[in-house]
């Protein structure tokens, strides 16, 4: 599976948009972009997923470029309870193996 | 539907003692995963199984054991506890077939060994 990097932390002022960047420079054909994100000390909750396209749902939007060697997750809105740490996870098609690493830390500043 | 418990939330163990910590799932997902998160770090995968009675070691095995005896419960057994193991630990599913996947974690498990 291919490796992701994350910068470790970012800072957004509440209201505005939050823009989280990955780089995954070695993904393959068949793999998909995961973003999940862990709250505090829950367990990690996801977010949405993508393999070319950009995608969008009620959380958060995806945009994957077109050589897919990075992409970006926007939350359009923050708000404080977007505050966490926020994985990017590459992914094969029979995805028994996530691997999670340390992610990005985003502070949503009031 | 409950999604992913488990038990218990937390728990002390003195060095050399045995425990198992429980998982279970009400979403009828084949795929279960056990992961430990130190202070600070990402997740890492202990054990997964893609079904009854299989399973597999995921990247950081060593000192615990599973078994999947059926599709809902997914139990991650610590023989010998050693200060090394403290950590959270979360158990995970997700549906199965050929993907995209999506995981579904429980709350967690806090483990002090002291």
């Known amino acids: 599976d291919a490796k992701t990097t994350q910068p470790t932390s970012m800072d957004c002022a509440e209201g505005r948009a939050a823009n989280l960047p990955c780089n995954h420079s070695?993904?393959?054909?068949?793999?998909?972009v995961y973003w999940y994100r862990q709250i505090h000390s829950q367990g990690p909750q996801y977010i949405i997923h993508?393999?070319?396209n950009n995608e969008t749902n009620e959380m958060a939007s995806l945009i994957i470029t077109e050589d897919r060697k990075s992409s970006t997750l926007i939350l359009p809105h923050a708000t404080l309870r977007d505050t966490a740490v926020y994985y990017c996870?590459?992914?094969?098609?029979?995805?028994?193996?996530?691997?999670f690493g340390p992610g990005t830390r985003l502070s949503v500043l009031p | 539907n409950a999604g992913v418990t488990q038990t218990p939330k937390f728990r002390i163990l003195k060095i050399g003692q045995s425990m198992t910590l429980q998982c279970t799932q009400d979403?009828?997902?084949?795929?279960m995963y056990w992961y430990r998160q130190d202070p600070g770090m990402g997740l890492k995968l202990i054990y997964y199984?893609?079904?009854?009675?299989?399973?597999d070691k995921g990247e950081v095995p060593n000192g615990y054991n599973v078994s999947r005896s059926t599709t809902e419960d997914f139990p991650l057994r610590l023989e010998l506890a050693a200060p090394s193991q403290t950590s959270v630990y979360f158990c995970?599913?997700?549906?199965?077939?050929?993907?995209?996947?999506?995981?579904?974690f429980g709350p967690g498990t806090r483990l002090t060994v002291t």
């Open positions: 995970a599913s997700s549906t199965s077939g050929t993907g995209p996947y999506e995981q579904y």
């Open positions: 070695t993904i393959s054909g068949n793999e998909y």
């Open positions: 993508g393999l070319k």
């Open positions: 996870i590459v992914l094969g098609n029979y995805g028994q193996n996530f691997v």
């Open positions: 979403m009828n997902h084949n795929y």
């Open positions: 199984s893609v079904g009854a009675g299989i399973t």
